[in-house]
């Protein structure tokens, strides 16, 4: 009988008291919240940010595709469950799935946010929130908490911190206040990672680079580019010597589908063999594709690309996801889809990729 499946990658939708009930004090006056604007409706507000987070396209998992807008969202028209964790089974259950790994909403744009002692402030504040959240069914909502990496020391202290919350992964960053993750300073943080057996996610529009509005043509050109710096985080990892130091560090890209995986790392093998030398890069004990296939996880929704070419990536690192409650969802259809994207698949693999790969990862063992 096939397993259950688990979302590697969905989201909670941060009501407007997140950040201002569970903030350090000093910040509760700038702490961001829910305000109403005359053009998108409902926003959420973030102090030293240019633009508001319109709540229209945040929570729009199961509407019509016409029907979709960043205009006139309103907060308590959303899925209940992306903020009440008591609804939460049953939007669960209706989707047909068994668990799932909460990724932020808001805290994905707060990601990019200039002020490294703001972001820590709230980072801190949306972990307590997302504790109490997944306390209500610990056994099916499974957070990743957020870290903030000012620094290598904070970096470790956060990430011991949210080992000590219960949360089995941390979500980073995509970019570091300091040098870039593939530098030696960062060996003790990785040490701690392994120790811990805290996989490192990293999740699409988190770095400086991603963002809508400076694409070429058309706006929906722009929807293509957002997985570019999930790839050049990898790739930062892999050239950077990364996993090859640390053999055993586990890194989660999330939600940048999965199907490009194989041609990436053989254009990852080529720049090495014929051009390492001249653009500068140490040599490695093995090809840049066989750390890929090692220390990279992928998640991914209805790309079916990415169980088509299954056998050109490492199946055993491949994770299936529904990203609940976002426009970009398969939820309510999951089901449906994953029945026609896995009919070639033998019932080893539909188990890896939609059950056992995640589990694995997480230690998950109650689902």
Partial sequence: MAKIPISADSHITEPGNCYTDHIDPSFRDRAPHIAHDEKYGDVYVVEGMEKTI?????AAAGRDPSTLS?????????HRSGWDATHRLADQDRDGIGAEI?????????CNHPDFDYKRACFAAYNRWLEEY???APD???GMAQITMASVAEGIEELRKAHEMGFRGVMMPGNPQHEDYH???YTPFYEAAVDLKMPLSFHILTSSSDHIGGQRGPRINAFAAIIRGCQDIIGTFIFGGVFER???LKLVCVEADAGWVPHYMYRMDHAYKRHRYWMKCDEMQRLPSEYFKENVYLTFQDDWTAFEFRNACNVRRLMWAND??????TWPWSQEMLAEHTVDLTAQERDWILHDNVAELYGLTAV
């Fill in 54 to 58: 319109p709540m229209g396209l945040v």
């Fill in 70 to 78: 960043m205009k006139g969202g309103k907060f308590e028209d959303l």
């Fill in 102 to 110: 909460i990724y932020p909403t808001v805290g994905m744009v707060l």
């Fill in 134 to 136: 997944c306390a209500v």
């Fill in 140 to 142: 099916r909502l499974y």
């Fill in 183 to 185: 530098h030696l300073d």
């Fill in 246 to 248: 640390h053999p055993d």
């Fill in 324 to 329: 609940f409650p976002h426009s970009d969802s």
